[in-house]
């Protein structure tokens, strides 16, 4: 009888211990994103304008050395404005923009690494934005911080 009891006993510890890692795992996961999409939308959303931001805030916490990817669709004969923004810790954010056939349309290092492009999609279809955050060269401690991916598109009725 008690080693029934004491066997409940762990079991409903271990229990509340998980219950607690889930709590304070989110705790400290959330406001990581919620200070990046903080950062999209004060510091980077001015950035598009006078493009129309097309109301996405796709912001991600990033670190030397990582890349990501994201598929957005555009229309033909639609113009765009393509802002990619680390925070200042960070170095030059890499970006390329990829047809769906994963041809480069646009590489940033062949612009002085710019953060803003302006175009007009020629087709509709899917595109990939690639990012990545280069190492430093060197090595020493590794910075991350928030990166930014957001839209505009260009208002016709003015």
């Not at 008690?2 to 219950?19: H, V």
């Not at 669709?73 to 990829?98: A, N, W």
């Not at 280069?134 to 090595?139: H, L, N, V, W």
Request: proline share 3%; net charge negative.
């Amino acid at each position: 009888m008690i080693y029934e009891n004491a066997g409940l006993l762990r079991k409903s510890m271990l229990l509340r211990l998980l219950g607690l890692t889930l709590v304070l795992s989110i705790a400290f996961i959330e406001p990581s994103q919620a200070q990046c999409i903080s950062f999209a939308r004060n510091v980077v959303k001015p950035l598009l304008d006078p493009y129309i931001h097309d109301g996405n805030y796709n912001a991600t916490y990033m670190e030397e050395g990582e890349s990501a990817e994201l598929y957005k669709t555009f229309f033909k004969g639609e113009s765009y404005r393509l802002v990619v923004k680390g925070v200042d810790d960070l170095p030059q954010v890499h970006i390329r923009l990829l047809d769906d056939q994963r041809n480069i349309i646009f590489d940033n290092a062949n612009h002085n690494f710019v953060n803003v492009w302006n175009f007009a999609a020629e087709n509709t279809g899917t595109m990939i934005v690639h990012i990545s955050i280069p190492e430093k060269e060197g090595g020493g401690k590794i910075v991350g911080g928030c990166v930014a991916i957001l839209f505009g598109v260009e208002n016709k009725r003015r």
